[in-house]
């Protein structure tokens, strides 16, 4: 994958006028990316860890719920795995919040961001 493609991911989430549930979805997918749950290569998942580390970065978007706060103690931003000393909570923790995750709006975050950064769409899981 371009090297350039996480610098514009980045910079494109740093702009983008995201919506409630668009954030709420960035972080659900961190968490699953997190606890190395989902089919994306590791170059696509450090992909969406720039986005939502855009996200996270932005003054304009406040995350203090228990998942973005969970996501900022367990992860170095350096990888895209969690601190192993947090594995076993990440895991919790994300068992917990996709019990109440949809499905479609997990597809349609993705498919927002493959699109913007020209992606192909793979719609992956």
């Known amino acids: 994958m371009d090297e350039n493609i996480y610098q514009k ?3 494109w989430a740093l702009t983008f ?16 990316m997190l606890d190395d749950s989902c089919n994306m290569s590791n170059d696509e998942r450090k992909v ?3 986005v939502y580390d855009a996200i996270v970065d932005r003054e304009d978007i406040i ?3 228990d998942v973005n706060q969970l996501l900022k103690l367990a992860r170095n931003r350096d990888t895209i795995f969690s ?7 990440v895991h919790a923790a994300k ?7 949809e499905k479609k709006y997990m597809k349609r975050f993705k498919k927002l ?12 899981e």
């Open 9 to 11: 991911a980045y910079d």
């Open 17 to 32: 006028n995201f919506d409630e549930i668009q954030v709420d979805y960035a972080a659900r997918l961190a968490l699953k």
């Open 48 to 50: 969406f860890f720039y």
């Open 63 to 65: 995350l203090e719920d």
């Open 83 to 89: 601190k192993p000393e947090f594995a076993p909570i």
């Open 95 to 101: 068992m917990d919040v996709m019990q109440s995750t």
């Open 113 to 124: 961001v493959r699109k913007n950064l020209n992606m192909v769409d793979t719609d992956e």
